[in-house]
T-cell receptor, first 114, second 115 residues
């Protein structure tokens, strides 16, 4: 089983639509959760951290369900500029140094159409 | 004022060659990373350095050798390049908080093509 799993999409939605992505993770000891955004042929950039109580940043809402080990991202009122790949990221175990490393999902592609 | 920079941006080379990719960050972060993103878009960690000390070394062929001359630089040297090494290599940096990696800032990537 992959450490972080996402539906690759693509999700094709019209402008103004609401779209939701889910992600599941396998390491129940994970403590930190993030959504990153990656535009085509560009580097990943942090979109938002995900907190246990859920958090919102403008049109973006992130939720965490520790019992089910899944994370969601909701985008309201989609804009053309939201078209990108959204990467679900959790901290996981690196080798036995005691340090943890971020584990990235393969991403969900979103295409917002006019 | 690029936060994390990498050179070169594109690298086309033949099998068997040795090449290096350089990375520099001006954010004052303690930790730097190398990731490989393959054609399936998986972003997989290769190495992590904290204050010039290697702290993560994932299962990577020993043809790949990271070098950190100081905490602002992390270079990646690859010996005897193979076709399967073709990928985009991203450098990143972060400030660790209580031994946990926090927000990571990525460089623009180096697209390596081995022919």
């Amino acid at each position: 089983r992959k450490e972080v799993e996402q539906d690759p999409g693509p999700f094709n939605v019209p402008e103004g639509a609401t779209v939701a992505f889910n992600c599941t993770y396998s390491n129940s000891a994970s403590q930190s959760f993030f959504w990153y955004r990656q535009d085509c042929r560009k580097e990943p950039k942090l979109l938002m951290s995900v907190y246990s109580s859920g958090n919102e940043d403008g049109r973006f809402t992130a939720q965490l369900n520790r019992a089910s080990q899944y994370i969601s991202l909701l985008i309201r009122d989609s804009k053309l500029s939201d078209s990108a790949t959204y990467l679900c990221v959790v901290n996981g175990e690196g080798p036995d140094t005691g340090r943890r490393a971020l584990t990235f999902g393969s991403g969900t592609r979103l295409q917002v159409q006019p | 004022d690029t936060a994390v920079s990498q050179t070169p941006k594109y690298l086309v080379t033949q099998m068997g060659n040795d090449k290096s990719i350089k990375c520099e960050q001006n954010l004052g972060h303690d930790t730097m990373y190398w990731y490989k993103q393959d054609s399936k878009k998986f972003l997989k960690i290769m190495f992590s350095y904290n204050n010039k000390e290697l702290i993560i070394n994932e299962t990577v062929p020993n043809r790949f050798s990271p070098k950190s001359p100081d905490k602002a630089h992390l270079n990646l040297h690859i010996n005897s390049l193979e076709l399967g090494d073709s990928a985009v290599y991203f450098c990143a940096s972060s400030q660790e908080i209580y031994r946990d990696p926090y927000e990571q800032y990525f460089g623009p990537g180096t697209r390596l093509t081995v022919t």
